[in-house]
Nanobody
C-alpha cells in the first residue's frame, strides 16, 4: 500500500511563492508517474502538473512558466514549486501516484493553498 503525505500549503500574497512537498511510502515511488492536482470550491479537480519516472514533465496551461514539478527518488518525494501565485491558484492541492494503467491510483489528503489579492 502506498501512502502520500503533502505539506507546504498556506496563505501567501499574490506574487509570492510556495513549495509543496509530497512524501511517499513504499518502494514503488521511483517507478511511477506522479501528479499534482488541485480543486477549488465549486470546481472540478484538475491536473496541474505531472512527472514521469524518467523526469518528463507536463503542465496545465494556467500554470506553465510559473510552477515547476520535480522529484527526488532517493527521498521518495515529489515537489511543486509555485511562483508568481495568483488568487485563482487558491485551492486544495493533492499529490497522486499513477500505477501506469489508467489514471491515478493513490492520493494524498490534500493541502490548502490560499493566495490573497
Amino acid at each position: 500500500q502506498v501512502q502520500l503525505v503533502e505539506s507546504g500549503g498556506g496563505l501567501v500574497q499574490a506574487g509570492g511563492s510556495l513549495r509543496l512537498d509530497c512524501a511517499a511510502s513504499g518502494s514503488i515511488f521511483s517507478h511511477n508517474a506522479m501528479g499534482w492536482f488541485r480543486q477549488a470550491p465549486d470546481k472540478q479537480r484538475e491536473l496541474v502538473a505531472s512527472i514521469t519516472s524518467g523526469g518528463i514533465t507536463q503542465y496545465a496551461d494556467s500554470v506553465r512558466g510559473r510552477f515547476t514539478i520535480y522529484r527526488d527518488n532517493a527521498k521518495n518525494t515529489v515537489y511543486l514549486q509555485m511562483n508568481s501565485l495568483k488568487p485563482e491558484d487558491t485551492a486544495v492541492y493533492y499529490c497522486s501516484l499513477s500505477l501506469g494503467y489508467s489514471g491515478y491510483d493513490y492520493w494524498g489528503q490534500g493541502t490548502q493553498v490560499t493566495v490573497s489579492s
